[in-house]
Structure formats: structure tokens, C-alpha cells
């Protein structure tokens, strides 16, 4: 068995109310180096086990699971890898 990783994020030019709000709360925590965070962006990681091995004909199966499924291409973009 193999794992496909997808990770979806926010296009950079879409709001990120979430990324947002833990930015502004980083620097209440007292973490050492918090202070420094500019910006937080919030996304998601999605795993798929499949049987095998992983060669293009599998990546290019998830690859459409994403466009059609696991993400909103309007306003995320992704990217498929084998992990």
C-alpha cells in the first residue's frame, strides 16, 4: 500500500477568516518566536491509501478526485504528491 497526499489551500487572493483569527491570537499565547508570524494561511491535508504502487496512472486518478471532489478550484488550489 501506498499514500497519496492532497493538500488544499485558499487561492491567495481569497479571504482566510480562520488564518486570520490565529494570527491575531498568536502573539497572546506567549510562544517564543510567535511575535514574528506575519500571516497564517489555513488549509487541508487529505490522505489516500491506495494498493500498490504509485505510478502517473494513480496520480493522475487523484489528481482528478481533487479537481472534481477535494477541492474547490474556484478558489483553492492543490497540489497531488506519493508520499
Known sequence: ???VVVDVMLKPEILDPQGKAVARALPGLGVEGASSV???RIGKRIELTVDGE???ATL???EE???TLLAN????????RAE
Open 73 to 80: 478550484p474556484v478558489i483553492e488550489d492543490y497540489t497531488v
Open 54 to 56: 504509485v505510478d502517473a
Open 60 to 62: 493522475a486518478a487523484v
Open 1 to 3: 500500500m501506498a499514500r
Open 65 to 67: 478526485l481533487a479537481h
Open 38 to 40: 506575519i500571516d497564517v
